[in-house]
Nanobody, 120 residues
Framework: QVQLVESGGGLVQAGGSLRLSCAAS????????MGWFRQVPGKEREFVAG?????LYADSVKGRFTISRDNAKNTVFLQMNALKPEDTAVYYC????????????????WGQGTQVTVSS
């Protein structure tokens, strides 16, 4: 069993930055792909970024967000720069297949989420 705990969310002004962290416990995740998703009320959860054998970003965050991982600490990060009000969402960390794709069904374990709010 894997437990994922996100942290680092909060309120930031447009143009600002936040760094999300996802700490995993229970099993090492060095051989798993790790992804970040986000969801706003009334909308489907959407892929943001993932890191595994490949790195993948949603078009909406390319050039602004950077995903990284520290396997020794079983932690994955999402550095978010140049934030926009439309980035406001609950951000979820997930663990799944090594080959990163944007499909929710590829991810087996999920965290509880952390709220990111970007004010205009």
């Amino acid at each position: 069993q894997v437990q994922l705990v996100e942290s680092g969310g909060g309120l930031v002004q447009a143009g600002g930055s936040l760094r999300l962290s996802c700490a995993a416990s229970g099993r090492a995740l060095s051989n798993r792909g790790m992804g970040w998703f986000r969801q706003v009320p009334g909308k489907e959860r959407e892929f943001v970024a993932g890191i595994g054998r490949n790195i993948l970003y949603a078009d909406s965050v390319k050039g602004r967000f950077t995903i990284s991982r520290d396997n020794a600490k079983n932690t994955v990060f999402l550095q978010m720069n140049a934030l926009k009000p439309e980035d406001t969402a609950v951000y979820y960390c997930a663990a799944g297949f090594e080959i990163i794709r944007h499909f929710i069904s590829d991810y087996e374990y999920w965290g509880q989420g952390t709220q990111v709010t970007v004010s205009s």
